[in-house]
Nanobody
Framework: EVQLVESGGGLVQAGGSLRLSCATS????????IGWFRQAPGKEREGVSC????????YHTGSVKGRFTISSDNAKNTVYLQMNSLQPEDTAVYFC?????????????????????WGQGTQVTVSS
């Protein structure tokens, strides 16, 4: 059974940092790209970052580039999203998802329709 479990969300003041984790199981980790998405109330789900450990590529969407960093621990089948300089507009439910590795080329974008397996999400709230 494929499982993705997010953790690490919470409440933080503007300018602060959080590190999200996505623990995965049930599939061959290197054969899949892992993406991070977020959805704020009343807004569409947005692709934030992805990582492809098969070809060692990562991608971050423009609004988070330079502030967020995606990484992986292949031994733990876990992907992280380090989020620095958080702003109120980063407030959302953050989801991780898995897709065939070809769906994270490193050139973007991260498209939710290409991702097959999803976690339950973790809330990130940034206060001003």
């Amino acid at each position: 059974e494929v499982q993705l479990v997010e953790s690490g969300g919470g409440l933080v003041q503007a300018g602060g940092s959080l590190r999200l984790s996505c623990a995965t199981s049930g599939f061959i980790f290197k054969d899949y790209a892992i993406g991070w998405f977020r959805q704020a109330p009343g807004k569409e789900r947005e692709g934030v970052s992805c990582i492809n450990t098969k070809v060692d590529s990562t991608y971050h969407t423009g609004s988070v580039k330079g502030r967020f960093t995606i990484s992986s621990d292949n031994a733990k089948n876990t992907v992280y999203l380090q989020m620095n300089s958080l702003q109120p507009e980063d407030t959302a439910v953050y989801f991780c998802a898995a897709a065939d590795w070809i769906h994270c080329s490193g050139y973007g974008p991260v498209t939710s329709s290409e991702y097959e397996f999803w976690g339950q999400g973790t809330q990130v709230t940034v206060s001003s």
